[in-house]
């Protein structure tokens, strides 16, 4: 049996009872994030000119687009638009080790099936295929021990996307190596877009999510895909990654519930910016602030500083400040927090956070790890030449300093408000009870009703 079979016979054999109720927990709890994220996307900058121009490719209207009401797409399209609202904001979840962001391309993608699926999709089956679907994900980045080159939350979202797919849909194992070989074809975008701050990180993940679905749809259509897209001598770790090993994850199936460690984002920032943006509240806490700093110094490993080491610009995008922590850790000392509404344009021109940029810099630590997010320290010294030191060996919101309960409701619930324009608390709580109890639901479309708006009667 080659690694790509065990993935497959993964994905078509498992049973939502195989599931450890810890993994089952956890992907419970992304779920009821990704949609709430994803919510929220519907009150992003350039969220109305993307559906605009999405709307005008495509035929078809089967599929919600969450937040907006009435609105519906063809179901690659509505994964399409789903999939950007979710990661346009930087405010969904990350495996870490991986350097993945899961849940934006597979539920963008899974949730469109519920409503074009010729059968309902009950809430297990849903569970087990998000699941399913985060083991590929996740494990291709963990595999992985090379610095990330292309956008690895795109393609390796794309390859479970497409893996979770060929579960609902009762593919073979044939056709869902298939499917898989279609989603190597699809592959596309790389880091340029995350240095130059471009939203195309966004579009990116959202035509990973799109993809999946194409790619479904054409084994479904009887048009073979290549049967070794992972490992093949032209597959995808061969061509979009350097050192890699992918028979310890593969090995891994069934005992390593990937979904269990995913982390959270408290804050609407590169997860790389998260450690900073806590080591600043404790030196707050500690009487450092805008006031009487100096200087303050962030030193992490090398990914923290090669993805959100940027220098503060008087003209930011909003995509590039979410990728700087210049801009963030100053808008975290100023205000204890960093929120949704910290990257309006208003705030963006705010000369105080202009000023103490510049007084906030990011060193290599060189640790040697590639994909290593702690430990990270910071350094703040004041202007009466005395320093405060703050350290982290786990970044809120990871599997090993998780989000307390009400910290992840209330982020549902400030997300919905920020994307329909204001509090929906009785709508929050339809979803939230649904995603609680999902294991009961026989059809999970519902889920993509209320994520649209629409409040069912009680």
Known sequence: MTNTDAFVAHALNLRFEDIPAPAAAKAKIFLLDSLGVGIAG?????????????????????????????????????????????????????????VVHPMAVILAALMAETETAPAPVSGKELLAAITIAVDMAAGLGVAVSSPIRFFRPANAGLFGAALGLSRLRGFSPEQTKGALGHALSFCSGTMQAHIEGLPSLALQVANAARAAQMAVDLVSAGIPGAQDALEGPYGYLALFEEEFDLTPVAQSLGQAWRIAEVSHKPFPTGRAAHGGITLIRKLHDQGVTADNLEALTLRAPPLIKRLVGRPRLDEMSVSYARLCFQYSGAVALLHGTVTLEDFSQQALSDPVTRALGPRIQVEDDGTPDPAAFVPQVATARLKDGSTVT?????????????????????????????????????????????????????????????????????
């Not at 997300?415 to 204001?422: D, N, P, R």
């Not at 709580?429 to 409040?455: F, H, M, N, P």
């Open 390 to 458: 703050a350290t982290i060996d786990a970044i809120y919101g990871a599997p090993a300093n998780p989000m307390t309960p009400e910290d992840h409701l209330a982020k549902f619930h400030a997300c919905l408000a920020f994307g329909f324009g204001g509090p929906r608390p009785a709508l929050a709580q339809q979803i939230i009870d649904r995603v609680e109890y999902i294991e009961t639901l026989q059809d999970t479309s519902q889920l993509a009703r209320l994520a649209a708006g629409k409040e069912t009667p009680e």
């Open 42 to 98: 519907a009150g992003a900058p350039l969220t109305d000119t993307v559906r605009q121009t999405t709307l005008s490719w495509g035929t078809g209207d089967g599929v919600h687009v969450w937040g907006a009401g009435g609105l519906k797409a063809s179901a690659p399209d509505a994964a399409f638009l789903n999939a950007f609202q979710i990661h346009g904001q930087e405010f969904d979840c990350v495996h870490e080790p991986a």
